[in-house]
């Protein structure tokens, strides 16, 4: 039964039918149902925003328009650098598309179809099914992981949280999640997972040096990510330049409470709730909520006009 669910399994997350009809109508259907879920999420973003007295400074927007932009590629080229690292070697402006286009499936409910189109996209660039599935696995991993690195860091760094020596328990965990990325470790959880389903075992794993270098890469985006919300909260309020710290770790917990609440579409309202928490330690909760909100609104905007475009150049690599 397992073997047969497994052939299904494998059958419906290529979204290619044999059918020339079915295929183009689940294509349809697909693409309608998240453009639906976006224009939604978009829309709560726009009417959660509270009101408060504005303050814009348009360098210090276009300053934190560039970082997130820098970060949503970057986060692109990671995933890029996966599929190498397990031996698919699929140009970058293509891989650069997918992961673009594929991500706006986050925000369908549960973020069910997000792993469904990155594999159907990856598929006819010859990347196996289970090896997306496995770079996908791997990447949420160490998105995870970088968060916990960066967040642990604030957390240890806060001058509010001085002389309290439990904040040191936090940087157990990201001791804890590279072994869980230990290369015997991942290979025996994802093998038998796959054998239980009837599929072939992965035919490569990652040795822990590459692990602990793509580990410090996407730590290093999660920075990039705090410097880009002390720019847009530089855009529209005051902010000192001494809470730099807090608001660098700021993203990362957002991140984190977002991975928890995985069961709502991209996380909305956890990591909102998350970022404006950790705020709170130095703006006001108003202004907080705000800047949280507009995190979320201004990473929509990005991953919508590169979602456009990203393809558009894609098309050169042909």
Same mark, same amino acid.
């Given at each position: 039964?397992?073997?047969?669910?497994?052939?299904?399994?494998?059958?419906?997350?290529?979204?290619?039918?044999?059918?020339?009809?079915?295929?183009?109508?689940?294509?349809?259907?697909?693409?309608?149902?998240?453009?639906?879920?976006?224009?939604?999420?978009?829309?709560?973003?726009?009417?959660?925003?509270?009101?408060?007295?504005?303050?814009?400074?348009?360098?210090?927007?276009?300053?934190?328009?560039?970082?997130?932009?820098?970060?949503?590629?970057? +986060?692109?080229?990671?995933?890029?650098?996966?599929?190498?690292?397990?031996?698919? +070697?699929?140009?970058?402006?293509?891989?650069?598309?997918?992961?673009?286009?594929?991500?706006?499936?986050?925000?369908?409910?549960?973020?069910?179809?997000?792993?469904?189109?990155?594999?159907?996209?990856?598929?006819?660039?010859?990347?196996?099914?289970?090896?997306?599935?496995?770079?996908?696995?791997?990447?949420?991993?160490?998105?995870?992981?970088?968060?916990?690195?960066?967040?642990?860091?604030?957390?240890?760094?806060?001058?509010?949280?001085?002389?309290?020596?439990?904040?040191?328990?936090?940087?157990?965990?990201?001791?804890?999640?590279?072994?869980?990325?230990?290369?015997?470790?991942?290979?025996?959880?994802?093998?038998?997972?796959?054998?239980?389903?009837?599929?072939?075992?992965?035919?490569?794993?990652?040795?822990?040096?590459?692990?602990?270098?793509?580990?410090?890469?996407?730590?290093?985006?999660?920075?990039?990510?705090?410097?880009?919300?002390?720019?847009?909260?530089?855009?529209?309020?005051?902010?000192?330049? +001494?809470?730099?710290?807090?608001?660098?770790?700021?993203?990362?917990?957002?991140?984190?409470?977002?991975?928890?609440?995985?069961?709502?579409?991209?996380?909305?309202?956890?990591?909102?709730?998350?970022?404006?928490?950790?705020?709170?330690?130095?703006?006001?909760?108003?202004?907080?909520?705000?800047?949280?909100?507009?995190?979320?609104?201004?990473?929509?905007?990005?991953?919508?006009?590169?979602?456009?475009?990203?393809?558009?150049?894609?098309?050169?690599?042909?």
């Amino acid at each position: 039964m397992l073997e047969r669910l497994g052939d299904s399994a494998a059958q419906l997350s290529s979204l290619r039918p044999a059918n020339v009809l079915l295929r183009r109508g689940l294509w349809v259907t697909v693409a309608a149902l998240i453009v639906g879920c976006v224009a939604l999420a978009v829309a709560a973003a726009v009417f959660s925003l509270p009101d408060f007295k504005w303050r814009l400074n348009v360098a210090w927007l276009l300053a934190a328009i560039a970082a997130f932009a820098v970060l949503h590629l970057s +986060h692109a080229a990671l995933w890029h650098g996966l599929l190498r690292s397990l031996r698919q +070697h699929v140009d970058h402006r293509r891989t650069r598309s997918i992961w673009c286009t594929s991500g706006l499936a986050k925000y369908t409910p549960g973020s069910l179809l997000l792993p469904v189109v990155r594999v159907a996209l990856s598929e006819p660039e010859g990347v196996p099914k289970r090896i997306c599935l496995a770079s996908m696995i791997y990447e949420v991993a160490l998105l995870l992981t970088g968060a916990v690195v960066v967040g642990a860091y604030a957390v240890v760094s806060a001058p509010d949280l001085g002389g309290h020596a439990i904040r040191y328990v936090v940087l157990v965990l990201p001791v804890l999640a590279i072994v869980a990325l230990h290369p015997r470790v991942f290979r025996r959880l994802a093998d038998a997972a796959l054998v239980r389903l009837g599929r072939e075992r992965l035919p490569v794993t990652l040795p822990m040096g590459t692990l602990v270098g793509f580990v410090a890469l996407y730590s290093v985006t999660w920075v990039l990510a705090g410097f880009g919300l002390y720019a847009l909260i530089h855009g529209v309020h005051p902010i000192e330049p +001494h809470d730099l710290l807090i608001v660098i770790g700021a993203p990362a917990v957002g991140y984190l409470a977002a991975a928890l609440a995985f069961m709502l579409p991209g996380g909305l309202g956890a990591r909102e709730g998350a970022v404006a928490v950790v705020l709170s330690a130095t703006l006001p909760v108003g202004v907080g909520v705000a800047a949280a909100v507009a995190l979320r609104l201004l990473q929509m905007v990005v991953e919508l006009v590169s979602a456009a475009i990203t393809p558009l150049l894609a098309r050169r690599a042909k």
